[in-house]
């Protein structure tokens, strides 16, 4: 009997958190019931602007009469007045780079149009449409890869620049 008598206690006390409805509003507690998510706020949109030189960068990575490897010294060139502009090397993968060079970075400046040929899928490809390989060696200093006519990535035919 006492025993009953101090899980009353401890119940009335203690009620059970999930059923207390006191200091959350109603979208709080229904978006907690049901497991949900909420987004967080939009942030400010900020408007990208275009490099002046975009279209002749564009132009160095994707003219369709370039040979692969003045596509790549393109791809330098791109890479170089990045550094200028934000003093070291986009990072991450292709992708990112890509991103990078679209706009979304600390300036929110493109140094490619979105409509650059040489972008597919989101990603930065040589003449062949195989996605270049980037790798930072230093801030400064990136290796880019293009897989070269067999497509296939650190083998013979690659075309490399530093």
């Given at each position: 009997?006492?025993?009953?008598?101090?899980l009353g206690v401890i119940w009335k006390f203690f009620p059970d958190p999930s059923t207390k409805s006191?200091?959350?509003s109603p979208g709080d507690a229904t978006a907690q019931s049901k497991g949900t998510v909420l987004p967080p706020p939009p942030g400010p949109t900020v408007p990208i602007e275009m490099?002046?030189?975009a279209n002749e960068l564009s132009d160095l990575v994707a003219k369709p009469d370039l040979s692969p490897q003045e596509r790549l010294e393109g791809v330098g060139q791109l890479l170089y007045v990045y550094r200028q502009g934000f003093g070291g090397n986009p990072s991450g993968l292709n992708a990112d780079v890509v991103t990078a060079l679209?706009?979304?970075?600390e300036k929110h400046t493109a140094l490619l149009p979105k409509t650059c040929a040489a972008i597919q899928d989101g990603e930065l490809v040589d003449g062949w449409g195989t996605p270049y390989w980037f790798h930072p060696i230093t801030s400064?200093?990136?290796?880019v890869r293009s897989a070269?006519?067999?497509r296939?990535?650190?083998?013979?035919d690659d075309l490399t620049l530093e």
């Open positions: 009997m006492a025993l009953v008598v101090v006191g200091d959350k490099h002046g030189a679209l706009g979304i970075n400064k200093q990136m290796e070269g006519p067999d296939e990535l650190f083998t013979n």
